[in-house]
């Protein structure tokens, strides 16, 4: 009975184990399948994936492709445009050859001519010489001497004549050919009249903004000619206020500022104060650019970085009334144009052109000559000798000594002489207003001085940590005194000496 329970017992677990096996097995296998499935879906994602990427980068391949040959036929239709020119320069060239080989053959035809006169003169002489001496007796050398005597008195006119319309000939030929090279360099450069004026306008969505610009008892306006060293001036024309100052740089960063507030709508003192900041740097960084926009287009890389900086600031000076990047600009393709004319390197014109008057961009942050601050600048920065030749000869330090020197010396001239250029009044107004802020710089303790109303106004800001308010009182006048014996001016000139104290504290 209890072998039979035994038997019983062990078949139960034989059988338990294997229906336990089979559910392990059964198990186990249908992991695997979703195990399996789930690997072939993420290779077929994988797949898939790896079309997309392959597409992606076929189509980016493409665009290279069609970008490389738009730039190729961009390059070609250069080389095409620049072939253009060269053929046509050289029929112009050609026809100028064959203009002064013709009046070179006239000449020695002349030459020829006179040759045989010379020596018909000289037989005509002996057979003379040898009849006189038949008929009057007289010895050979005394007959010859007597011809000679009176052949030089009869030809000495026909003689003076000759030279005479050699001589005008040669000098109407060079009047013809430097007009010429004017001409042609005048008509192949249409340069663009520069009008500069002493104020800018700044328009206003509505006059509600006047009263936000003037702020709570003025301390806006106060604090935005402070900073900006303008007079900005708030009247009843609508929809407009006006910025004046005789510097272009200090209105033009003025009038971007004032504009960036009204777009922002808040307007307050540490607002104002920041904006500032961000503005002069952008136009740091903007004149830099645009100088390099300048070397792009005239293909004169490469520059060192700094002259690059000063050519773009040039676009906010005037010389004149003249904006003195477009007169240099004017200058340099003038230059260019007659150098080629004359067989000279287009190129160093061009630069030398570009770079004549670089120094007019630190003459009012230094002082000085413009022609001693170019020359120095372009020294250091190790220019081509030509380049300062031409900042020297163009006015008068020193004489051209090559050709692209004489051409930027003429060019200069052309630019500046033409009808609407340059107006004296106003540089002579400009060099007062200077000289005015310059007086009140030169003080102690003087941290900023703007002249504004016309240079009817001086505003000094001083230390006031350094200076007290007797001591600014005695500055003004001062300052007055030292302006009335060295400035020439019409009326009177107001001095403000200002010093403000400031606190800051933050709270943390």
Request: hydrophobic content about 35%.
């Given at each position: 009975?209890?072998?039979?329970?035994?038997?019983?017992?062990?078949?139960?677990?034989?059988?338990?184990?294997?229906?336990?096996?089979?559910?392990?097995?059964?198990?186990?296998?249908?992991?695997?399948?979703?195990?399996?499935?789930?690997?072939?879906?993420?290779a077929k994602a994988i797949e898939r994936e790896t079309e997309l990427l392959l597409k992606s980068a076929h189509v980016k391949i493409k665009e290279k492709e069609l970008e490389h040959e738009r730039e190729f036929q961009k390059r070609v239709a250069k080389v095409d445009e620049r072939n253009r020119a060269l053929i046509l320069q050289t029929k112009e060239f050609t026809l100028k050859e064959d203009g002064f080989k013709l009046l070179e053959q006239r000449v020695l035809d002349k030459e020829t001519q006179l040759e045989k006169l010379e020596r018909k003169?000289?037989?005509?002489?002996?057979?003379?010489?040898?009849?006189?001496?038949?008929?009057?007796?007289?010895?050979?050398?005394?007959?010859?001497?007597?011809?000679?005597?009176?052949?030089?008195?009869q030809s000495r006119a026909d003689v003076a004549g000759i030279v005479r319309k050699y001589e005008?000939?040669?000098?109407?030929?060079?009047?013809?050919?430097?007009?010429?090279?004017?001409?042609?360099?005048?008509?192949?450069?249409?340069?663009?009249?520069?009008?500069?004026?002493?104020?800018?306008?700044?328009?206003?969505?509505?006059?509600?903004?006047?009263?936000?610009?003037?702020?709570?008892?003025?301390?806006?306006?106060?604090?935005?000619?402070?900073?900006?060293?303008?007079?900005i001036v708030i009247d009843e024309t609508p929809g407009v206020i006006l910025v004046s100052s005789f510097n272009l740089y200090r209105r033009a960063i003025a009038t971007r500022v004032i504009e960036i507030l009204v777009e922002d709508g808040r307007i307050h003192p540490g607002r104002i104060e920041e904006v500032h900041a961000k503005v002069q740097e952008e136009f740091e960084q903007k004149t830099f650019e645009e100088g390099e926009n300048i070397l792009i287009e005239l293909g004169l890389f490469p520059m060192h970085e700094e002259l690059v900086r000063l050519l773009g600031r040039m676009k906010y000076r005037a010389s004149y009334g003249q904006n003195a990047l477009a007169h240099t600009l004017e200058v340099a393709k003038l230059a260019r144009v007659m150098a080629a004319e004359m067989g000279g390197d287009e190129k160093l014109a061009l630069?030398?052109?570009?770079?004549?008057?670089?120094?007019?961009?630190?003459?009012?942050?230094?002082?000085?000559?413009?022609?001693?601050?170019?020359?120095?600048?372009?020294?250091?920065?190790?220019?081509?000798?030509s380049v300062i030749n031409a900042i020297y000869a163009h006015h008068g330090h020193?004489?051209?000594?090559?050709?692209?020197?004489?051409?930027?010396?003429?060019?200069?001239?052309?630019?500046?002489?033409?009808?609407?250029?340059?107006?004296?009044?106003?540089?002579?107004?400009?060099?007062?207003?200077?000289?005015?802020?310059?007086?009140?710089?030169?003080?102690e303790y003087v941290n900023q001085a703007y002249a504004i109303n016309a240079g009817r106004e001086i505003r000094v800001f001083v230390n006031a940590n350094k200076m007290?308010?007797?001591?600014?009182?005695?500055?003004?006048?001062?300052?007055?005194?030292?302006?009335?014996?060295?400035?020439?001016?019409?009326?009177?000139?107001?001095?403000?000496?200002?010093?403000?104290?400031?606190?800051?504290?933050?709270?943390?």
């Open positions: 009975m209890l072998g039979i329970i035994g038997v019983s017992s062990l078949t139960g677990i034989t059988i338990g184990a294997g229906m336990c096996y089979i559910w392990l097995k059964n198990s186990t296998k249908k992991r695997f399948s979703y195990i399996e499935l789930e690997v072939k879906a993420k003169k000289q037989d005509e002489i002996a057979n003379t010489v040898d009849k006189m001496q038949n008929i009057a007796s007289m010895t050979k050398e005394e007959a010859k001497r007597y011809i000679l005597e009176k052949v030089e008195e005008q000939m040669a000098k109407d030929e060079g009047e013809r050919k430097a007009n010429y090279i004017l001409a042609q360099a005048t008509t192949r450069y249409a340069g663009e009249f520069a009008g500069e004026r002493l104020i800018n306008l700044v328009n206003l969505p509505s006059d509600d903004h006047k009263g936000r610009i003037i702020g709570k008892e003025g301390r806006n306006i106060k604090t935005l000619e402070m900073l900006l060293g303008v007079d630069r030398a052109g570009l770079l004549h008057d670089i120094g007019k961009a630190l003459t009012q942050d230094l002082g000085g000559s413009h022609v001693d601050i170019g020359v120095d600048l372009c020294r250091r920065h190790g220019e081509h000798p020193e004489e051209p000594d090559s050709v692209e020197s004489a051409a930027v010396c003429a060019a200069d001239k052309l630019s500046a002489a033409r009808p609407g250029a340059r107006r004296e009044v106003l540089e002579s107004f400009t060099k007062r207003v200077k000289e005015v802020e310059d007086i009140a710089l030169s003080r007290s308010d007797n001591e600014a009182v005695l500055l003004s006048k001062e300052i007055a005194k030292e302006i009335q014996e060295k400035v020439q001016y019409p009326g009177e000139i107001k001095v403000n000496v200002i010093r403000e104290t400031r606190a800051t504290s933050y709270a943390k």
